[in-house]
């Protein structure tokens, strides 16, 4: 089997770096799932225990991103990383209120630094609109949502017992 990033001849510096921005968006993702669980199950908030799953689904396309690049269809995967946060990071709103603008700078530095990495110069403007419009719309989505059944902000998030 050749596999491009196991064969050092053949590996191009994007699909290194694509891949590299696949790892890294993985392990990312594993400690927030984890990390948003351990808050679920310990505040019993179904709001977390909902982005959570979202989060898994992020973390699931992350891998098939990775796939792709190991494939040596870097360009897909890549999209495959870059696209796979944005439902989770739409959702969050309509979850969790008080962190649209954590999120929505989150989502635009996410983007940038990742199509930067791994997509074609051509294709990087296309990704940082993209992620510029999920920022700005889970910005609006936080503050225009009424507060009912959403999880009020942060400091109820890190210290529910209080």
């Not at 990071?89 to 929505?104: D, T």
Request: net charge positive; with cysteine; aromatic share 8%.
């Amino acid at each position: 089997m050749n596999n491009s990033l196991t064969n050092p001849g053949t590996i191009t510096p994007q699909a290194r770096e694509a891949f590299r921005a696949a790892l890294s968006r993985i392990i990312g993702d594993v400690v927030f799932v984890v990390v948003f669980l351990a808050l679920a199950l310990w505040s019993g908030a179904w709001q977390l225990l909902v982005a959570s799953a979202f989060l898994f689904l992020t973390l699931v396309l992350a891998v098939i991103g990775a796939g792709l690049i190991r494939r040596n269809r870097v360009e897909l995967g890549a999209w495959w990383v870059i696209l796979g946060l944005f439902p989770a990071i739409l959702c969050s709103p309509f979850l969790i209120s008080g962190l649209g603008l954590v999120a929505g700078i989150g989502v635009v530095m996410l983007t940038v630094v990742t199509a930067a990495q791994t997509l074609p110069a051509r294709r990087v403007s296309w990704a940082v609109v993209m992620g510029v419009a999920v920022g700005i719309t889970t910005l609006l989505l936080d503050m225009l949502l009424p507060t009912t059944q959403r999880l009020t902000g942060p400091p109820e998030v890190l210290a529910p017992a209080t």
